[in-house]
Every structure is written in C-alpha cells, then in structure tokens.
C-alpha cells in the first residue's frame, strides 16, 4: 500500500497564531514530500518540496519564513504556518513519493487540512 | 494563458454514457502526464500515467498529443461512482523533482 496521513484533519485558529500540520507515510519511507495548497474552485498549486534530512525548496511566491517545512524523517514531514493570517485560510495538502519524487513517479495524496483562520 | 486548461463543465451524463475530457497545456517542455480523480473536499487520486502512445486501464482511456500539446481522457459505460472532478496534471520538470501542476478540472455527474 502508499497510504499517507494528515494531521489535523481541520484546524480554526485566531489571526496570528502558528499552526503546525502534520503528513506522514503509513506504510512507506517518503525520500521527498511535496506540499500544496487549495484554494476554493482553484487548482492545487505546490507550496514546497521536501526532501528529507535537508532543506525544503520552495516555489516562487511562497514565503519561506512563513511556511515552515521540516522533514526531519522518512516518514514525516511538518508544515507550520507562522503568525496566520485569513487570506491563508485555504486547504493544504501533502504528498509523499516512495522514490526520489522525479520523472513519473507516482505522488501519494494525504487527506488534506483545512485551515480557517479568523 | 493557464499552464494547464481544462473545460470546468459540468459534464451530466446517463449511467452508461461514453464522455471524453479535453486538457491543453502551454509548456511544451513538459514531460509527464496524468489524469487525477478529486472527489468534494478530499485528496486527488491517480487515475493514470499518459502516454505517448495512449493507454488504456478497463474503461479508461488517455491520450496524449505532443504535437497539439493536448491530453485527453475517455470513459466508456459510466458508473454512478465516475461522479468526481477529473484533474489533468503535467510535471513541469524533466530533471529534478517533479513540479506538477494541476489544471482546475473537469466535473463530471453521472445520473441514473
């Protein structure tokens, strides 16, 4: 199986605060997580790349002081969302690829988190 | 222009109805290609790879026009349980890790 976890399933926080999610592979050791992000009737568009033991590598227009990734083990990776505002109310989403994450490897989708911050 | 463009729809169809899914993408340096399933409010999930050739898997078929730089996805006999949004995704990156990039997809309802 390529079963993949997200924790907290949804999350409502006060302007401001942090929030920490969490994804992990159930079944798999995960060398790369990928991290998205929803928005309603939008695509997923990727936040981040994860590749575990070193730094994330993040995509043009995502704050990486604000987006927090560490992927300290095969099989988890934590995204935290620093002092969050409303307009990153959105749903994120990670992923997990049992092999390095290239070419046309399949991307094992987490349940996703949905984030409402007030 | 989108990277990826997908007719939103919706598509409403009887139970056993053939439907076909277009999906044009603008990078032509593009290197692989998928068709995702997103069920409301869950995770997308892998339908199928597209090939160059086209491939099939039961009564899904994809194809893929490099030259057209379009994807296409065709259900034959439609099951109430086809119901879903169908994402057409393309990595972006030949090298490296993969930069999927999702079009907005194509919602398809399947009626009795």
């Given at each position: 199986g390529a079963v993949v976890s997200q924790h907290p399933s949804r999350v409502i926080c006060k302007s401001g605060t942090s929030v920490k999610i969490e994804c992990r592979s159930l079944d798999?050791?995960?060398?790369?997580?990928?991290?998205?992000?929803?928005?309603?009737?939008?695509?997923?568009?990727?936040?981040?790349?994860?590749?575990?033991?070193?730094k994330a590598t993040y995509?043009?227009?995502?704050?990486?002081?604000?987006?927090?990734?560490?992927?300290?083990?095969?099989?988890?990776?934590?995204?935290?969302?620093?002092?969050?505002?409303?307009?990153d109310s959105s749903f994120y989403i990670c992923s997990a690829s049992k092999g390095a994450g290239t070419g046309r490897e399949?991307?094992?989708?987490?349940?996703?988190?949905?984030?409402?911050?007030l | 222009r989108k990277e990826v463009e997908q007719d939103p729809g919706p598509f409403n169809v009887p139970e056993g109805a053939t439907v076909a899914f277009n999906c044009t993408y603008s990078n032509s340096a593009s290197q692989s290609f998928f068709w995702y399933r997103q069920d409301c409010r869950k995770e997308p999930k892998l339908l199928m790879s597209v090939y160059s050739s086209g491939n099939e898997d039961g009564r899904f078929t994809a194809q893929?026009?490099?030259?057209?730089?379009y994807i296409s996805l065709l259900i034959r006999d439609s099951k109430l349980s086809d119901s879903a949004t169908y994402l057409c995704v393309v990595n972006l990156r030949n090298t490296g890790f993969q930069k999927l990039v999702f079009g907005t997809g194509t919602r398809l309802l399947v009626s009795p």
């Open positions: 798999f050791q995960a060398t790369t997580m990928f991290w998205y992000r929803q928005f309603p009737k939008q695509s997923l568009m990727l936040m981040a790349t994860s590749n575990e033991g070193s995509e043009q227009g995502v704050e990486k002081d604000k987006f927090l990734i560490n992927h300290a083990s095969l099989t988890l990776s934590t995204l935290t969302v620093t002092s969050a505002h409303p307009e399949t991307q094992y989708f987490g349940p996703g988190t949905r984030l409402l911050v | 893929l026009n490099r030259a057209s730089q």
